[in-house]
């Protein structure tokens, strides 16, 4: 800018002294002119040389015209440069439109608003959503929990008049609902989800042959606590073979799971007898959900695996009351606990269920669940869990 208003100053600084410089010589001629009209008044002109005669009578203006630049020219400079190729370039493609977060789409996004699958999918869109499973589920229990691993390092009170493994009973079928409450993110940056589920179980049973005067009592009882902290991403496939889902979540997390089952036996000379296994644990944890579409657009199939292997704390205890030589005996005990990694695997499949009311805020899904649950260990004695059977669940966004 300021080299620009001194090229301006210069150039008005050449002009003006060229300017004067006419102007100067415009009052010669006329003074001359004026003066020849005297002269020629008052007598005969002298006598003039031919040089000067010549020289006199020669225009100087032109001259003069020659040495002054033209106005354009002075001012071609200041001008911009302009480039034929520069005018003649295509614009870039103007943004379309705004998405939500009044963040610009360009042209080549293929996805009008509100239909981007990384922001929303039919039946779970942005934002808060919440949803509530039932499950009905038939408890199985592989023990080998027997007080006959306790040692000499083992805290244990009191002389056990066996060491009976006691069984457990085939558990009833019960409901195990499980609470889920998350929010998802729009464009694509995943959704954190909380869940949270219990199992409670128990039955009643016989036990033939249980002490020295017949058959006893027995009652199993199971109690399993998971909550689980998730973080999943859901992407979509577009070009993808049938067996292939369209829909899939993936999600990773840290899971805290719990597992306490107890036997309890009554008899008439062993008054009761008590054995269990208790598991804390903490661990990371994977999930995978496919969702295949059908020709019925709000109904599709669905399925999924998770993995994780907890890593805690885990023993075993054991109590009993008996009649010896005519009085009561007490004793208990329980092992000192180790370290274990108990790896949990789930598979599920079903139906889900999207209906078009008040935009899509509802999904149904039903299914069947197998799940199991490995090394519930201290020792040599190790269990396993199983928990498998149909579920419904309803999903609400808001």
Request: aromatic share 12%; net charge negative.
């Amino acid at each position: 800018m300021f080299r620009n208003l001194r090229n301006l100053l210069i150039l008005g600084l050449i002009a003006g002294v060229f300017s004067g410089e006419r102007l100067r010589v415009a009052r010669c001629e006329e003074d001359d002119a004026i003066n020849a009209s005297e002269e020629s008044s008052d007598g005969p002109d002298p006598p003039m040389d031919s040089d000067d005669e010549q020289s006199r009578s020669k225009p100087l203006e032109p001259e003069i015209e020659r040495l002054v630049p033209l106005t354009e020219d002075l001012l071609k400079p200041l001008e911009p440069e302009t480039s034929t190729d520069q005018a003649t370039e295509p614009a870039s493609p103007p943004y379309r439109w705004l998405d939500e977060n009044y963040q610009f789409l360009n042209e080549g996004d293929p996805y009008y608003p509100g239909q981007d699958p990384f922001k929303e999918w039919y039946g779970v869109p942005v934002g808060w959503f919440a949803g509530i499973d039932i499950n009905v589920v038939h408890p199985d229990i592989r023990s080998q929990v027997n007080n006959s691993v306790l040692g000499p390092n083992d805290l244990f009170t009191g002389t056990f008049t066996n060491s009976t493994q006691l069984p457990v009973g085939d558990m009833n079928w019960t409901v195990m609902p499980k609470v889920h409450f998350g929010y998802r993110r729009e464009n694509g940056l995943g959704e954190y989800i909380v869940s949270y589920r219990y199992v409670q179980s128990e039955v009643d049973g016989t036990l033939p042959n249980f002490d020295a005067l017949g058959t006893g009592q027995l009652n199993s009882r199971l109690r399993v606590h998971v909550l689980d902290f998730d973080y999943a991403w859901t992407d979509l496939n577009e070009a993808h073979a049938w067996f292939v889902p369209a829909i899939i979540r993936k999600s990773a997390g840290l899971r805290f799971a719990s597992a306490i089952f107890d036997t309890v036996a009554n008899g008439r000379q062993v008054l009761e007898e008590s054995a269990g296994n208790v598991f804390l644990g903490l661990g990371p944890r994977v999930d995978f959900e496919g969702t295949w579409p059908t020709s019925v657009p709000s109904l599709c199939f669905i399925g999924g695996a998770d993995v994780s292997g907890v890593i805690g704390f885990n023993y075993q205890r054991f109590a009993e009351t008996a009649i010896v030589g005519g009085s009561i005996s007490r004793a208990s005990g329980r092992t000192d606990g180790t370290a274990s990694a108990t790896p949990i695997l789930g598979v599920q499949a079903g139906l889900s269920w999207i209906p078009d009311w008040r935009n899509r805020t509802f999904r149904f899904s039903a299914g069947y669940r197998w799940e199991r649950w490995w090394i519930l260990t201290d020792t040599n004695s190790e269990n396993e869990l199983t928990l498998q059977g149909p579920f419904v669940r309803g999903e609400f966004r808001f």
